[in-house]
């Protein structure tokens, strides 16, 4: 099992089960703590999530919120989704219409008068900066005002665990950028575990303290959006964080490989033996555009090659490079691209800092 560092674990899942959908989790998170699961379609993120609420029993699990068992299928323990203390917001609202936004927050807390009940629901808005649209319907309200509602319902349970099923895909990008600041605020003020599925990678990587990567029911890798994303263990891993500037590679010595036509310096080979055949990732962090003419061809990790391709995604432009067949990508800016004439079929040079040269097993 993973586990945090201080040893607070606040939510421990375990879901194991071979049919009908795969499964074998085991996780843990701290208080605070907000751990993004991403992966395919079908590779479990969102039955683990359904497993912890309360909405799905795998065969096999142990699931607890600070030390309180919420699922334990070998002592017969299994909480129905009323009694376990959290909060869920879903992709697609999943509010009353024919309620007020402030009616549909008050119904997660029947459990208290009515007056305690309003005066909590319009706090629980205010917090979501939705002052003054509290007796508003869903459908007078916008896309990201009615995701709003759905966090503050989430909320109004005061829960232990806060659960996040791709809470922003509904909305349009112009909204969901706002809704990310608002959930990073939430994050800090919040001391409960928030998990979060989701499949967009730069999301994760922006609002997650850690990443958890699944794939057919699998925990392929967990740790701090930095690690999987440089330090990737297998290359499913580095293609699921969005990683593709990857190549084959044959190791050399204890700081060297050969890359297609290029020996390559590196920081560390790791347990990997000369002769061995590898994978190598190279993070955008450790490619550099450099002004080294071509006669330096011989200095090590600068490379020579072409622009293959441009796509441009707002002040960002992907450059698509081929070095002697090894194809590498970077983003830059718009204006450095404009500064350094970069177009399709230019010649580029670029200098591959060793340190952030990462081998993996081979494919």
């Not at 003020?189 to 989701?198: K, M």
């Not at 500037?245 to 990997?272: K, M, P, Q």
């Amino acid at each position: 099992m993973v586990s945090s560092d201080d040893g607070c674990t606040a939510l421990s899942i375990e879901c194991r089960q071979h049919a009908p959908i795969p499964l074998d989790v085991s996780i843990s998170t701290r208080a605070g703590e907000l751990l993004a699961l991403i992966g395919p379609s079908g590779s479990g993120k969102t039955t683990v999530l359904r497993s912890v609420a309360g909405l799905y029993k795998p065969r096999h699990g142990r699931i607890s919120v600070g030390g309180e068992s919420w699922l334990d299928t070998d002592k017969n323990i299994d909480m129905s989704p009323q009694q376990r203390r959290v909060g869920l917001v879903f992709q697609d609202y999943a509010l009353f219409p024919h309620l007020s936004a402030v009616d549909n927050v008050a119904l997660a807390m029947l459990d208290v008068d009515s007056v305690t009940r309003q005066r909590r629901a319009e706090e629980l808005l205010a917090r979501v900066h939705l002052n003054g649209l509290s007796h508003r319907r869903p459908s007078q309200l916008s896309g990201g005002e009615r995701q709003r509602v759905a966090l503050a319902r989430a909320l109004a349970r005061d829960p232990k665990v806060l659960l996040l099923d791709e809470p922003f895909s509904a909305v349009d990008r112009m909204t969901r950028e706002p809704l990310k600041q608002e959930l990073a605020s939430l994050h800090r003020a919040l001391d409960i575990p928030i998990v979060l599925v989701t499949h967009d990678i730069e999301e994760a990587q922006a609002l997650a303290d850690r990443i958890c990567v699944l794939n057919k029911g699998n925990v392929m890798q967990i740790g701090a959006p930095d690690d999987l994303r440089l330090r990737p263990r297998t290359v499913g891993v580095a293609r699921l964080m969005g990683q593709d500037s990857i190549a084959a590679a044959e190791v050399l010595g204890a700081t060297h490989i050969r890359c297609g036509s290029y020996i390559l310096e590196v920081g560390s080979v790791g347990d990997h033996e000369a002769g061995a055949k590898v994978t190598v990732l190279f993070p955008a962090d450790c490619i550099s555009i450099s002004d080294v003419g071509a006669e330096h061809t011989a200095l090590a990790n600068y490379l020579h090659g072409r622009i293959v391709e441009i796509v441009a995604t707002g002040d960002f432009k992907t450059l698509l490079m081929d070095f002697d067949g090894l194809v590498l990508r970077l983003k830059v800016t718009a204006r450095e691209a404009a500064q350094r004439n970069l177009a399709v079929d230019a010649k580029i040079a670029v200098a591959l800092d060793p340190e952030g040269v990462h081998l993996m097993r081979a494919e």
